[in-house]
């Protein structure tokens, strides 16, 4: 399962400082950067991402938005690239979520 974190920061005045505690608690944490303002984490189950969302509501800023969106395996099989190539963490995991980075 994979638990994917969507950032959109408005340019108030403040937000910045907050989506950058946000930004390095993401990567402390075992996030990948997929996007700009996009990243993805590898969870086993239902319950572990649960806890995630927990976590991440602690160090959500006040202003702007984040989304958390969980996927399957197999639905994130389905993801179609349209330019580009898979990256190294793509090519190297694959589908097993089991691998520990």
Wanted: hydrophobic share 35%; proline share 3%; with cysteine.
């Amino acid at each position: 399962m994979r638990l994917i974190a969507i950032l959109s920061p408005t340019n108030k005045w403040g937000t910045k400082t907050e989506y950058t505690k946000l930004r390095k608690f993401l990567q402390k944490d075992g996030y990948i950067r997929i996007a700009p303002e996009v990243f993805m984490r590898i969870v086993t189950n239902r319950k572990a991402s649960e806890k995630h969302y927990r976590r991440i509501e602690q160090f959500a800023p006040k202003t702007g938005t984040v989304r958390l969106l969980r996927l399957t395996e197999k639905q994130y099989q389905n993801i179609y690239m349209v330019s580009g190539e898979a990256d190294y963490q793509e090519k190297t995991v694959g589908s097993n979520c089991h691998i520990m980075l």
